[in-house]
């Protein structure tokens, strides 16, 4: 039954976790970027759930990691609305030329 | 009648206010005025006149010669001290305020002519008016503050007439030195003003007296060894030898002659010089025998001083200037002789004769327009009134009998001599001599000056031609003037000189008169100052009458003779006497070198301290003041270093340093938010990193 072990999810969702971060800081292309956040929150959902198996039989933690898939697909459609429009504004999606926000 | 009342105790006020109103309406009006405004002056002062006649007929004719009127109100209280302001009216006061306004009137008479088509015609009678105000408040005062004054005001009076023609350098010069002279001896005045009243602590003559006759002044300490009532009594004198023009204050002066005659007529009759004779008189009660000793021989000396020099003078004002000094010098011998009656006797027939030789000179010099008496001559025909008032003059002043001056003078020379007989000593003797002597100067210079002037041939054709004879408005004053050199004006009687013997006609000529009943000695500190030589000795005195009436009318008529034979005969030539007697006459000419001493000693050793001061003061007292200003300005120098470094630094490096680390950390705010997250990322894990350890 516990052939898998908890440390390998958690190997799995901080590997995971960690591309997702490497995407955000290094990738240029704001999509990419949102493809890294997915990434970590697909982790966190992970650990989530990972942790509420191996704990005690409430389900607590599935529910969440529900809760995160559907927020993600939620925020993913928003952030996407938000590049479109970016990219109508600015004609670029390359996450480095925005910077208006600049000191 | 009560006794020591005035019948009109407001006359003397206003005696003293109408010259006032007179020169402030003159000064403010005098413009706008028909004839300029000179009735208004002369009108006010010929009121005066009348009112001063009666009261001196209220005064004198009551034959009380202790009479005194005084009033006063309290002017300035502080603390129990009342400086009051009040008159004094008593038999010299009366003659006095009748000698002032009268002669003054003959003056200001006379100026409405001399003074006619001058620039500033109505401002001279303002000025003229106010010299009159000036010393009727001398003669009315009752205290000695008061008196101080109206002095100054008197100084102020003449420095304004001396200097009335001040476009001309002399003028202006002479006003300047008359002034500055005056306030030497002001000094003096205002120094026994202030020992008086640290001693008595009031100003009024009445309680001075009183303080003097109970020996308040004994009590105090003296100064040098001198009681202090004798250094008041000296310090008074010197600011009157400053006013009657003493040695060694006389030079001011033979100057003023700049002045318009007519201001010279007042300032040596009635008013300037008669002040200081008149406040020796006033203070007599406080000369202690010391204090009149030093009176007499500057009276003596200034006497025969100015006689020599006006022997050499070609100037007919300026021997009349020295004429003045010497009879003022004698007026100072006879008060200081303790002949009090004597010398202001002389006073006030001086007044009158000097007056009328000065306007009888303004007369000739406003017919010939030149003062050399060596380029007049032979005017007698052309001027006769003036010639005869002169002359008149003239034989009163030399001392001829029948003359008022023979009488007056006459009786300080007695007294001189009766102080010798009283105090055997040699130098008793020589204010005698001396006066002796000056009298029959005087007879010579003052009858030169007749014999240059109005006899022999005109020795300037061209002047002579345009002469002529004032007219009457000129004329009318001296003839009124003339007529009181009269001798029985002022002895009452008419005494002809004879000796005695064969015609039984009384010899005294220096008779009792109402001068000497009215005019005497106050006697309040009469009996304080024990002095045997002021002793009633009946003999000695009549001793020295009938030696000083014989002596005098050989010196006289000595005098007149030598100037006749010399400028009449030409029996004996001038020009020859000159070149015997060159050193003398050298040393006359140069005034005695009085006027050299003086600027040498004074002027230039003054020069030479002021130099020495001012050298003083540009290197201590500048020197001090520059390093001082440098010392600051070298330390401002420095704490502005130690601003600029070290304060403005550390301000400069706060900015500086937050300015840089600003910029450095701005570059961080790039926008970049990827670079926001990895910083965030890296620190959280730094965070981390430290929580762990």
Redesign the interface.
């Known amino acids: 039954m516990n052939i898998i072990s908890l440390q390998s999810y958690l190997i799995i969702s901080a590997l995971l976790f960690s591309f997702g971060?490497f995407a955000?800081?290094?990738r240029k292309n704001a999509i990419s970027?949102l493809l890294g956040f997915e990434l970590i929150m697909n982790a966190a959902g992970l650990n989530f759930a990972a942790f509420s198996h191996f704990s005690d039989s409430v389900i607590h933690g599935q529910v969440f990691t529900i809760f995160i898939i559907a927020l993600a697909a939620a925020e993913s459609a928003v952030i996407l609305a938000l590049i479109i429009s970016v990219y109508q504004k600015m004609d670029t999606v390359q996450?480095?030329e925005?910077?208006?926000?600049?000191? | 009648m009560e006794t020591n009342q005035l019948m009109h105790p407001w006359f003397p006020v206003l005696i003293l206010a109408l010259p006032l109103l007179a020169s402030v309406v003159q000064l403010f009006a005098g413009r706008r005025l028909p004839r300029g405004g000179d009735w208004v002056s002369t009108l006010m002062i010929l009121a005066g006149f009348v009112l001063s006649l009666i009261t001196f007929a209220d005064v004198v004719l009551r034959g009380d010669p202790g009479f005194r009127y005084e009033r006063a109100f309290n002017w300035i209280s502080f603390g129990s001290v009342n400086v009051t302001m009040g008159i004094l009216v008593d038999n010299l006061t009366a003659v006095m305020l009748v000698l002032v306004t009268g002669i003054s009137s003959c003056v200001h008479v006379f100026s409405m002519f001399y003074m006619h088509g001058d620039r500033r015609y109505p401002l001279y009678f303002s000025y003229l008016s106010f010299f009159c105000f000036s010393m009727i408040g001398i003669v009315i005062s009752d205290n000695l503050l008061m008196t101080f004054m109206f002095w100054e005001l008197v100084g102020y009076s003449s420095y304004a007439l001396i200097g009335f023609w001040f476009e001309r350098e002399a003028a202006a010069e002479a006003q300047k030195k008359a002034f500055v002279v005056n306030r030497v001896g002001d000094v003096g005045f205002l120094i026994g003003l202030m020992i008086i009243f640290y001693v008595v602590g009031d100003f009024r003559f009445g309680r001075i007296f009183e303080a003097a006759a109970n020996g308040t002044f004994d009590r105090s300490i003296p100064i040098f060894g001198l009681p202090l009532v004798t250094l008041a009594g000296v310090g008074i004198f010197l600011g009157a030898m400053g006013k009657s023009a003493q040695f060694p204050f006389h030079v001011w002066l033979p100057d003023a002659m700049e002045g318009p005659t007519t201001a010279s007529s007042l300032i040596h009759a009635a008013t300037m010089v008669a002040a200081g004779v008149f406040l020796t008189a006033r203070i007599y009660p406080i000369l202690t025998p010391e204090a009149l000793i030093f009176i007499t021989y500057v009276g003596t000396f200034t006497a025969f001083m100015a006689a020599t020099i006006a022997l050499v003078q070609s100037d007919i004002k300026r021997v009349l200037a020295y004429s003045t000094i010497s009879q003022l010098g004698y007026m100072m011998l006879g008060l200081g002789s303790g002949g009090y009656t004597a010398g202001l006797a002389h006073l006030f027939t001086h007044a009158f004769f000097k007056c009328l030789l000065f306007l009888c000179a303004g007369s000739v010099i406003h017919a010939l327009h030149t003062q050399d008496m060596f380029r007049m001559g032979g005017l007698r025909k052309k001027m006769p009134v003036t010639f005869a008032a002169m002359l008149m003059g003239t034989l009163a002043i030399s001392g001829v009998p029948l003359f008022s001056g023979f009488f007056s003078k006459d009786a300080i020379l007695v007294q001189a001599l009766y102080r010798y007989f009283t105090e055997p000593h040699l130098l008793r003797l020589l204010p005698f001599v001396f006066g002796m002597g000056s009298a029959a100067l005087t007879a010579f210079y003052m009858f030169r000056l007749i014999f240059l002037t109005f006899f022999g041939k005109p020795r300037d054709k061209k002047i002579y031609a345009h002469a002529h004879e004032s007219p009457l408005l000129a004329t009318a004053p001296l003839c009124i003037l003339a007529v009181f050199t009269l001798g029985f004006f002022w002895t009452g009687t008419v005494d002809i000189p004879v000796p005695s013997g064969e015609v039984k006609i009384p010899v005294g000529i220096v008779k009792q008169g109402w001068v000497q009943e009215m005019i005497v000695e106050p006697a309040i500190a009469a009996g304080h100052y024990e002095n045997p030589s002021l002793m009633e000795d009946e003999p000695a005195h009549k001793k020295a009458e009938h030696l000083v009436e014989g002596l005098s009318i050989l010196s006289a008529s000595f005098g007149i003779l030598l100037a006749w034979l010399i400028y009449i005969r030409k029996a004996v030539s001038a020009q020859a006497i000159r070149r015997r007697f060159r050193l003398t006459v050298l040393f006359l000419e140069n005034l005695w070198y009085v006027d050299r001493l003086y600027e040498i000693v004074i002027v230039r050793g003054l020069h030479r301290w002021n130099a020495l001061v001012f050298q003083f003061d540009q290197v201590i007292i500048d020197g001090l003041v520059n390093a001082m200003g440098c010392s600051g300005e070298w330390l401002s120098r420095g704490i502005g270093c130690f601003d600029r470094v070290v304060i403005d630094g550390a301000v400069n490096l706060t900015a500086t340093v937050s300015q840089s680390v600003g910029r450095e950390f701005?570059r961080l705010?790039?926008?970049?938010?990827?670079g926001y997250?990895?910083l965030g990322?890296l620190s959280l894990c730094l965070y981390i990193l430290i929580g762990v350890m």
């Open positions: 971060l955000i800081i290094t970027v996450i480095d925005i910077d208006s926000l600049k000191g | 701005s705010q790039n926008g970049k938010i990827q997250v990895f990322i």
